[in-house]
């Protein structure tokens, strides 16, 4: 028997990196570096028990900044762009959705490519809403996204509860 996994196995891909960081005016407090960690421990948490994704904490070089997988089967048949895009925003969803639960989380930040939208006041949103979101704010973004596109969503964390900041 081999531990090489078979050739027509579907293998998981990152489909979305969640990234937690200070709001920009709270970097160098330790009590807002502290809180950072306790919510990247929640939301680890939270998105480990989540079906159809596997999570894990990933190394970053910032010191300030917990970051977290979110792993997914794509399937090696051809898809269509669109459902590719849905299966992305789906783990954004996802990593939404555990982030809306952390009141200490005051901006979502969702990146695609290079391309963004922010959200404030965070609540969990559904695929499609974030679908129009990206297709109104970058008309065309379904057709340019591949199998290696990445998606990250940013969290902007603040010390105090609600905090609504940069």
Same mark, same amino acid.
């Given at each position: 028997m081999s531990d090489l996994p *078979?050739?027509?196995?579907p293998q998981?891909? @990152?489909?979305?990196?969640? #990234?937690?960081?200070p709001l920009e005016d709270e970097e160098d407090d330790f009590e807002t570096l502290s809180v950072v960690e306790d919510v990247t421990a929640s939301v680890l948490s939270?998105?480990?028990a989540m079906e159809h994704y596997t999570a894990q904490i990933a190394s970053d070089?910032?010191?300030? *900044?917990?970051?977290?997988v979110l792993l997914? @089967?794509?399937?090696?048949? #051809?898809i269509a762009q669109k459902?590719?895009?849905?299966?992305?925003?789906?783990?954004?969803?996802?990593a939404i959705?555990?982030?809306a639960k952390?009141?200490?989380?005051s901006k979502i930040e969702l990146s695609l490519d290079g391309d963004s939208i922010s959200i404030e006041h965070p609540d969990p949103i559904t695929a499609q809403r974030l679908l129009d979101l990206f297709e109104a704010k970058h008309p065309g973004i379904a057709a340019k996204v591949t199998p290696v596109s990445k998606l990250q969503v940013i969290g902007k964390v603040s010390k105090q509860v609600g905090r609504i900041g940069k």
């Amino acid at each position: 028997m081999s531990d090489l996994p *078979a050739a027509n196995t579907p293998q998981p891909v @990152v489909l979305a990196e969640i #990234v937690l960081v200070p709001l920009e005016d709270e970097e160098d407090d330790f009590e807002t570096l502290s809180v950072v960690e306790d919510v990247t421990a929640s939301v680890l948490s939270e998105t480990t028990a989540m079906e159809h994704y596997t999570a894990q904490i990933a190394s970053d070089s910032r010191r300030s *900044a917990g970051v977290i997988v979110l792993l997914g @089967v794509i399937g090696h048949q #051809v898809i269509a762009q669109k459902d590719l895009i849905i299966a992305f925003l789906q783990a954004g969803t996802a990593a939404i959705s555990a982030l809306a639960k952390q009141r200490r989380v005051s901006k979502i930040e969702l990146s695609l490519d290079g391309d963004s939208i922010s959200i404030e006041h965070p609540d969990p949103i559904t695929a499609q809403r974030l679908l129009d979101l990206f297709e109104a704010k970058h008309p065309g973004i379904a057709a340019k996204v591949t199998p290696v596109s990445k998606l990250q969503v940013i969290g902007k964390v603040s010390k105090q509860v609600g905090r609504i900041g940069k």
